[in-house]
C-alpha cells in the first residue's frame, strides 16, 4: 500500500500512543490537520475510530502489507 511520508509519520506516532495534539506538535501543524489527516486514513483502511484503525495498521503489519 502507497502512503506519504506524512501519512507513516502520523502512523507511527499513533503507534506510540500519541495524541493528537501532541502528534500534531511533533509534526509542527495544527490540531486541525491531524484531525483531517487521520480522517482520510480512517477512509483508506476502512476504520471507523482510532481502536479500528490501529487493529489494522498491525494486522497489516503482521501480514507484510504494510
Do not use: C, H, P, W
Request: glycine share 4%; net charge positive.
Amino acid at each position: 500500500m502507497k502512503l506519504t511520508n506524512e501519512q507513516r509519520n502520523i502512523i507511527q506516532l499513533l503507534k506510540e500512543g500519541k495524541t493528537n495534539a501532541r502528534i500534531a506538535k511533533e509534526m509542527f501543524v495544527s490540531l486541525a490537520t491531524i484531525e483531517r489527516r487521520l480522517t482520510d486514513l480512517y477512509n483508506i483502511f476502512g476504520a471507523e475510530n482510532r481502536t479500528s484503525f490501529i487493529v489494522e495498521i498491525l494486522r497489516m503489519e503482521n501480514a507484510g502489507m504494510l
